[in-house]
């Protein structure tokens, strides 16, 4: 059974800081792995996609890698802005097409 | 317009009622999914549809069922609703897998807004 764990869980830093989210996987088998974030109360909005056989996606400041081998995604943001404050979620698509959540990093940038 | 709509966006109900969220998207996907997100356990799944004649369990679905009217119309009912089902209700679709394009992604899942239901 799939288990997605993402750390840290929670991130409170200053404004202009580059910051690494991290997200591990138990089952390698993944026909890709997607970034969401989540303002509080609201839905979620996709951010990057890295399908098995890519190394990394990269979105303006947001860079995300996929060592699938060793089970790990990292995003990378780069010059945080206070509007960068949310939930990151990750979520990898099982080979049974169903995405497993991680319970997500919450980020607060300050101005 | 939102590509994935939900219906009602907050719902208050009591112990025992039926309830049915819906969800519809305008973006010709195949596949749609119904999840809950409470506080602590993240998104967890709980019926997933690849098409209208192919309605699947996730982890947590007793306690409700799903109808797919339509490609586009997924619906979640909770048959006798109790407490403990108060959580924030989530439809997402995804497409099926394509051989990849240059410059496109697929099984991208997109999300709908959420319906927070409370059960009291």
């Known amino acids: 059974k799939q288990e997605v764990t993402q750390i840290p869980a929670a991130l409170s830093v200053p404004e202009g800081e580059n910051l690494v989210l991290n997200c591990s996987f138990t089952d390698s088998a993944i026909y890709n792995l997607q970034w969401f974030r989540q303002d509080p109360g609201k839905g979620l909005t996709s951010l990057l996609l890295?399908?098995?056989?890519?190394r990394e996606q990269t979105s303006g400041r947001l860079n995300a890698s996929l060592d699938k081998s060793s089970g790990r995604s990292t995003l990378y943001i780069a010059a945080s802005q206070p509007g960068d404050s949310a939930t990151y979620l990750c979520?990898?698509?099982?080979?049974?097409?169903?995405?497993?959540f991680g319970t997500g990093t919450r980020l607060k940038v300050l101005a | 317009d939102a590509d994935v709509t939900q219906t009602p966006r907050n719902r208050i109900t009591k112990t025992g009622k039926r309830i049915m969220l819906e969800c519809s998207q305008t973006k010709g996907h195949d596949r749609m999914y119904w999840y809950r997100q409470d506080p602590g356990l993240g998104l967890r799944l709980i019926y997933y549809s690849f098409d209208v004649k192919d309605i699947n369990k996730g982890e947590i679905s007793d306690g409700y069922s799903v109808s797919r009217q339509a490609q586009a119309k997924f619906s979640l009912s909770l048959e006798s609703a109790i407490p403990n089902q108060t959580a924030l209700y989530f439809c997402?679709?995804?497409?099926?897998?394509?051989?990849?394009?240059?410059?496109?992604?697929?099984?991208?899942?997109?999300f709908g807004p959420g319906t927070r239901l409370t059960v009291l």
């Open positions: 890295i399908q098995s056989s890519q």
């Open positions: 979520a990898p698509l099982s080979r049974t097409y169903k995405y497993i």
């Open positions: 997402a679709t995804s497409d099926l897998q394509r051989p990849q394009l240059a410059g496109l992604s697929y099984n991208e899942q997109f």
